[in-house]
Each structure stands twice: as C-alpha cells, then as structure tokens.
C-alpha cells in the first residue's frame, strides 16, 4: 500500500503559467483534500471530494480548480500561477468522514 | 480570524522530560480534537484524538486533555524522545464542516 502519492515532489513555476498537481490514494476512501500549508497558518483548506463525482470549495479556493477523475484521484489544478500561490500543498483522503485523514508527502511549488 | 490557535511557535525539551503542548480554541460547535504530527518533506500523521463528550485520552506516551469550558486541549508527551522532535498541529472539527488547523508548534527534544 502506498497510501496517499503526490506528484510532483517540487515545482517551480513563472507567474501566470498554469500547472496541474496530481494525487492518487489506494486505500479505497470515500474522501479526499487539498490543502496549502504557509509558515505559521497551518493547513488552510483549498477545495474538498466528499465522494466520488463531487467537488466543494474550501477556506481558500480562489485561484484553483479540482477535478474528481475517479475514486483513486484527486487533481488540483492552478491556471495562472501567482506568486501568493508559493506554498507547500498536501493531499489527504480519509473514508468517509473528515477526522482521520491521511497525507501525501506534498508538493512544494515556488511561483516566481 | 483562527478558529484554532497554537500560541507557543516552538518548544525545547530536554530527552526523558514531559512535553505540553497547548491549543486554544473558540468555537463551541467543535466536538472531535486531533492532534498531527509532521517531520520535515513528509505530511502530516495522526497521532491521537478526543471526543468533546471526554477529557482525557491516552495512547501511550501521549495524552490528550480536553477542557471544554476553557476552549482549551493540551498534548503531554512523556517521556519526551529524540524523535518526536517535529511539528505538531492541533486540529479541530464540527458536524458537517470542515476541519481547522492551528498553525502548528514545533518541538525540539534534546539529547
């Protein structure tokens, strides 16, 4: 078991390209997560899948678009990349509800 | 406006002793605390949860506090390891919404 994948580890993007990060989990949960992580703000919730086919924004969507391509995955994507997008992003899935959710490593993306 | 705060940034502890880490909260309608722990380029782990109808929960070395009246949950960690040093997040949830991060405390625990 893998647990919860992010690609890619590391990004580096000029402002206004747009970029897609991936994640995947093999634990057959229902539920999966986006979030940012900034110095000092924890982790902020950009958007949520409660369940397969279904999408909701979260605390900070703006900027950001997902797409539920399956169970298994779980896609975030940035269309034009800003510098304030500087951030560590994690992926997280849990079964159905959202106590225990488990994470990717992350993705650490430095927009210039 | 932090739903949840973890006011102590950072923390050092000498190896063998209890850790306390604290977490202030104000929203009432909380009702399951989490505690996570992160290490360097890895994601965040669950480490131990309590409910809002306890106030003590025990794996291990590691306790959780609840004191609904203050807003207020604490992790003792006893007796502190060099490898608990990492970061630690306090997180918590209500019915139907979503779940609130504190922005974290790191610890150091030394040798």
């Known amino acids: 078991n893998a647990g919860v994948t992010q690609t890619p580890k590391f990004q580096v993007l000029k402002t206004g390209q747009s970029m897609t990060l991936q994640c995947a989990q093999d634990?057959?949960?229902?539920?999966m997560y986006w979030y940012r992580q900034d110095p000092g703000m924890g982790l902020r919730l950009i958007y949520y899948s409660a369940s397969e086919g279904t999408t909701d924004k979260g605390e900070v969507p703006n900027g950001y678009n997902v797409s539920r391509l399956n169970k298994r995955e779980f896609s975030l994507r940035l269309e034009s990349a800003a510098p304030s997008q500087t951030s560590v992003y994690f992926c997280?899935?849990?079964?159905?509800?959202?106590?225990?959710?488990?994470f990717g490593p992350g993705t650490r993306l430095t927009v210039t | 406006d932090q739903q949840v705060k973890q006011n102590s940034p950072s923390l050092s502890v000498q190896e063998g002793r209890i850790s306390i880490l604290n977490c202030d909260y104000t929203n009432s309608m909380f009702d399951y605390f989490l505690w996570y722990k992160k290490y360097p380029a890895e994601g965040p782990t669950f480490l131990i949860s309590i409910s809002s109808i306890k106030d003590k929960n025990e794996d291990g070395r590691f306790t959780v506090f609840l004191n609904k009246s203050a807003k207020h949950l604490s992790l003792h960690i006893v007796p502190s390891q060099p490898g608990d040093s990492a970061v630690y997040f306090c997180?918590?949830?209500?019915?139907?919404?979503?779940?609130?991060f504190g922005g974290g405390t790191r610890v150091l625990v030394k040798p």
């Open positions: 634990m057959n949960h229902n539920s």
């Open positions: 997180a918590a949830y209500a019915a139907g919404n979503k779940l609130t």
């Open positions: 997280a899935s849990s079964v159905n509800r959202q106590y225990e959710q488990y």
